[in-house]
């Protein structure tokens, strides 16, 4: 497999309160997947393209019921097809960040959602799986009884196997770990980390931890993280420093620390993890001993019913779940 530019389209956008503003964040999307595809081609050709976490809509801390009457969107609409449009077009795999997902299956739920566009449309859905409680009162699917579709799913793109998770999911070793042993090479996560723990050292712990997953799964780590301003986007400063770590846990490219909109590219090489997963004995995957920590596995820390228990998703009833839990580990 040729070697290709990824580009992470870091955003500054401004805060909306209902789906209307959606449009116009779209067409920012729409314009620097251009920009990316056609500025960086004489360099390397741009294949994938991915943005950040509430890249489509903003982050909200309101009660779940308001997030569905006034910003959630389902996932077939037209600004997918659009990128599907564009993807075949420029011939790349497209990841607009996340967005507020309202779903008709799971019509008291809302979740945040991230996709993987390919020519033919929509490749993978992932919802987050770890919400960043209490903060963010959306639905985990892990919570919802009767959830059906795949927690963790890896797409098999002409680009390499491809999963996707969410910002604070990263903070979750497991997650990365389950991707990599489905099969995924590169791992995509989009985020919105504000300061200080983004790229602000000593704090930076965005960094270390997008390194510590490339090294664990031998993998590549796209991190695309929002840079927007307080001004922009409070209650934080969103540090930006996009990020691009390769199987071995090199920095491949790094955005600077602090807010701005700017794209970031990088040289992704599927052949060369392969070459290298196929030759080494230092691969970390095949030295797994899963049966050590069967145990600690089998005990629910965080069960479905802490967040499943109530329709709507408040910022009280995660501090109240949360609570309960620490009195079991504390």
Not at 201 to 223: C, F, S
Not at 230 to 252: A, L
Request: negative net charge; hydrophobic residues 40%; proline residues 7%.
């Amino acid at each position: 497999m040729e070697s290709y530019l990824v580009a992470c389209c870091q955003v500054d956008f401004e805060l909306f309160s209902d789906r209307s503003g959606i449009a116009a964040r779209f067409d920012a999307i729409e314009r620097m997947t251009k920009d990316a595809v056609t500025g960086y081609g004489d360099y390397m050709p741009v294949k994938l393209v991915v943005f950040p976490e509430f890249a489509l809509a903003p982050i909200v801390t309101d009660r779940s019921s308001l997030i569905l009457r006034n910003m959630a969107i389902p996932l077939a609409n037209p600004y997918f097809e659009n990128l599907a449009r564009l993807a075949e077009k420029y011939d790349i795999v497209i990841s607009p960040g996340s967005f507020l997902e309202c779903s008709e299956k799971y019509q008291d739920a809302v979740f945040n959602t991230s996709v993987l566009i390919d020519r033919d449309g929509v490749v993978l859905v992932y919802r987050k799986l770890n919400p960043f409680i209490p903060l963010e009162p959306v639905h985990s699917p892990h919570d919802i009884a009767d959830y059906e579709e795949d927690f963790a799913p890896v797409a098999d793109t002409r680009l390499g196997r491809m999963g996707i998770e969410i910002c604070y999911d990263s903070r979750f070793p497991e997650l990365s770990r389950k991707l990599a042993l489905k099969g995924a090479e590169i791992l995509i996560v989009p985020s919105a980390y504000m300061e200080p723990w983004g790229g602000v050292e000593p704090m930076d712990i965005w960094k270390i931890i997008l390194r510590a997953r490339a090294i664990e799964n031998n993998v590549y780590v796209i991190g695309c993280s929002l840079g927007s301003t307080y001004k922009n986007h409070p209650p934080y400063s969103w540090v930006g420093n996009s990020i691009v770590v390769d199987y071995e846990g090199r920095i491949v490219a790094q955005s600077p620390v602090g807010p701005s909109t700017q794209i970031l590219v990088a040289p992704i090489n599927v052949g060369s993890l392969r070459e290298f997963r196929g030759k080494t004995s230092m691969l970390s995957l095949s030295h797994l001993r899963t049966e050590l920590y069967k145990d600690v596995y089998e005990r629910s820390v965080f069960p479905p019913s802490c967040g499943a228990e109530v329709k709507e998703v408040t910022q009280n009833s995660l501090r109240e779940a949360i609570a309960s839990v620490k009195e079991k580990l504390i």
